[in-house]
């Protein structure tokens, strides 16, 4: 029979590892769109 | 030896956070923005175009946020909403909370850094506005209550043309001024076929609190200023034949569902096709209609 609160702990796991992977790559994303908003205002001569 | 009892909290799903921002309210919002955006007579950097636009769609977010923050009790009531993260147990309200506020908060920096601080302070207003007037003030309190506050849905394309010029120009205050008085003919059809839902929920929408009859006189009365905010740009020379034939063309059809609506009785077991029909059209209505402004510019 499975242990409810191993179960529990398995779902906190899971759910702190997928919103983990979605943080990273949000983070990622704003990294690279930081770089692109820098080269763009480089680009038009805008402060 | 005792085991420890106390149950662990689950966080919640990220896919409920992304529910929390009510992506399908987005869409139209991304969309007016947007127009508002490539309507304006400059030509933007496509980066910061892209900038521009995810900054309106990440505000849309932080204001669908706390809307759902604070409205978790009521959403529990409606049929429509009891399956939202909040009043599904999926989330607690404190998650919520700082998810919309930290999204809303990012959002107006990133638009007063990348772009311009007159766009982030007509984001920051249009924020404020949604979840302070309308959602916490007036909502529970009036059947005004998306009247006034179908300005909040109206500054996206205001916000997209100050993104890329600016300033406030005729032609983005025409579009906010459409979107402000197509509202309450969108809703109040919605309203004519969910009654009950908000009836049950105690939320005083004009069907519920004035009966249907005023709810189909009102309806019929805003689509006029309605059909003079969308149709006026052409005559005074702000757009072209292009939006004007289109414009012209939506809006009397428009006019023509409102007008159906608003003349006719509910029967006993009525399906409320007509109703359906004009919510339904009305979120067409502004896609040709801001569709229209920008082959307009492009085009003519």
């Known amino acids: 029979m499975n242990d409810p609160r191993r179960d529990e702990e398995d779902l906190i796991r899971a759910r702190q590892r997928s919103r983990a992977r979605v943080t990273a790559l949000l983070l990622a994303a704003l990294v690279v769109l930081f770089f692109l908003i820098s ?3 480089i680009r038009s001569g805008t402060p | 030896m005792t085991t420890m009892t106390r149950p ?4 919640a799903d990220w896919r409920d956070f992304l529910a929390l921002t009510k992506p399908g309210v987005m869409r139209l919002v991304v969309f007016t923005g947007l127009c508002g955006l490539l309507a304006a007579p400059v030509t933007m950097d496509p980066i910061l175009g892209f900038t521009a636009i995810l900054c309106i769609a990440l505000a ?3 204001a669908g946020a706390l809307n759902q923050w604070y409205e978790s009790d009521l959403d529990a009531k409606m049929k429509r909403t009891r399956g939202r993260p909040l ?10 909370l700082h998810f919309g506020v930290g999204l809303g908060v990012f959002a107006v920096i990133l638009m007063g850094l990348a772009i311009n601080l007159l766009a982030a302070a007509i984001l920051a207003v249009s924020i404020l506005f949604y979840v302070l007037i309308y959602t916490v003030w007036l909502k529970r309190r009036t059947p005004q209550n998306i009247v006034i506050g179908g300005a909040a849905g109206a500054f996206p394309p205001l916000i997209g043309w100050a993104a890329a010029t600016d300033h406030v120009a005729a032609l983005p205050l025409f579009m906010f001024a459409l979107i402000f008085l197509w509202t309450p003919p969108h809703f109040w059809a919605l309203a004519m076929f ?5 009836a ?4 005083p929408m004009l069907p519920v609190v004035a009966g249907e009859r005023v709810t189909r006189t009102q309806i019929g009365l805003y689509t006029v200023p309605m059909a003079v905010a969308a149709i006026a740009p052409w005559p005074l020379g702000l757009t072209h034949a292009i939006y004007g034939v289109v414009a012209t063309a939506a809006t009397a059809f428009f006019a023509l569902l ?8 509910t029967q006993p077991e009525d399906r409320m096709r007509p109703e359906k029909r004009l919510f339904a059209f009305s979120i067409a209505y502004l896609f040709v209609i801001f569709g229209a402004l920008v082959v307009d510019r492009f085009a003519a």
């Open chain 1, 39 to 41: 080269i763009a205002k």
């Open chain 2, 8 to 11: 662990l909290p689950v966080p």
């Open chain 2, 60 to 62: 849309a977010g932080a």
């Open chain 2, 87 to 96: 009043p599904a147990g999926r989330m607690d309200r404190q998650s919520a």
């Open chain 2, 194 to 198: 969910v009654k009950s839902d908000y």
């Open chain 2, 200 to 203: 049950n929920a105690g939320v």
């Open chain 2, 258 to 265: 409102a007008f159906r609506v608003a003349t006719r009785r």
